[in-house]
């Protein structure tokens, strides 16, 4: 009679737990949202998988970024399907709209898997064709459009990057975007704040200071004269924000390969009528004309004061200072003539 009750009793309790279990197991593989719901959580997010992250920690992660709804159902999915040590470390774009045995299969794929590099300095036309020339397949026009839509020069962060090879304008801007954020801090921020500046001016001014100065140990000099010259209404009489207005006005949205800084310009040149012109009106730029380097954005918000009140660049790309408009025409005459 004993035994019979006892097991009445697992019966009782084992039914109710493997109904649980079972709606469990249901309810952690089904997605976090379905395709056309209005949430966040359909959104796609760069995921990030760094070498060593073990699956613990990688399931644990995507629930924190509301992309599965349970780690545990996550691993024991992976684990039995062989996909835990296939996972791969890099960067992935993920939404909740998957399961979770789709998304482990998508981590062993290496969604981005080429690396690529854009330097300091370029304007987003030129970022736009080194990336097609790396590898990564992407639409020039859509690029130069959607940003120019959303007036992103200057935010397009240069540095490394691992992309798959073929992705939306949008998603690679969000790639630019993120990394942006990352490294214009919020202390940077703050710091600009108190010297006076947003961060649209920072930037604007560190683009300005990337192509004048190409040594790190210039840029916070020539960011201090060019921001001495805005204090005092001088023309900031920037040639790269001149080129920049030149290759804006001669390259059409089509036209890829252009000459985007032409080196020698012109007194025509120079008299150009372009916003960007800092020899015809003062002040900054109404955007910025590259995309700055940490180096260049530090030089602005860190910027050194000095007697100077000009300089030029030679043909080594050397800086020359001047205190006074006589002293700079004896370094033009000196060092580009």
């Known amino acids: 009679m004993k035994s019979r009750f006892v097991s009445l009793v697992i019966i009782f309790v084992a039914i109710p737990f493997l109904v649980l279990s079972i709606l469990w ?21 760069l995921f990030v998988i760094k070498k060593g992250d073990g699956i613990e920690k990688i399931a644990a992660a995507l629930k924190t970024k509301e992309i599965i709804k349970s780690p545990l159902v996550f691993k024991i999915q992976a684990v039995r399907n062989n996909l835990a040590k296939k996972i791969q470390a890099g960067e992935f774009y993920l939404s909740g709209e998957k399961k979770p045995l789709e998304i482990a299969q998508s981590l062993t794929r290496g969604s981005f898997d080429k690396k690529v590099t854009v330097l300091e300095g370029w304007r987003s036309e030129e970022i736009g064709e080194s990336l097609l020339l790396q590898g990564i397949d992407i639409n020039l026009e859509s ?24 992705i939306s304008a949008v998603k690679l801007i969000d790639i630019f975007l993120k ?17 006076g500046m947003d961060k649209n001016q920072v930037l604007i001014l560190a683009s300005l200071v990337e192509r004048e100065a190409h040594h790190e140990k210039d840029r916070p000099i020539v960011a201090g004269i060019l921001s001495k010259r805005l204090r ?38 120079l008299k150009t009528q372009s916003s960007y012109n800092t020899y015809l009106y003062r002040g900054l730029p109404p955007a910025p004309i590259c995309n700055p380097s940490l180096s260049s954005i530090k030089a602005v918000i ?36």
């Open 302 to 337: 860190f910027s050194q004061e000095s007697p100077y009140w000009f300089y030029l660049s030679d043909k080594q790309g050397e800086i020359h200072y001047a205190v006074s408009d006589r002293q700079q025409a004896e370094n033009i005459r000196k060092y580009l003539r």
């Open 232 to 269: 005092n209404n001088w023309p900031l009489q920037v040639d790269a924000s001149v080129q920049y207005a030149l290759a804006s006005k001669n390259c059409p949205l089509s036209k890829a390969n252009c000459q985007w800084w032409p080196q020698s310009l012109s007194e025509k040149d």
């Open 25 to 45: 197991w249901y309810w952690g593989n089904q997605p976090v949202c379905f395709s056309g719901a209005e949430s966040n959580r359909c959104q796609e997010t």
């Open 143 to 166: 690029w130069r459009q959607e940003v120019q839509k959303g007036r992103l020069e200057g935010y397009l962060f240069p540095d490394t990057y691992m992309m798959p090879q073929s």
């Open 179 to 195: 990394n942006f954020e990352k490294k214009f801090t919020p202390d940077l921020e703050k710091e600009a704040l108190l010297k």
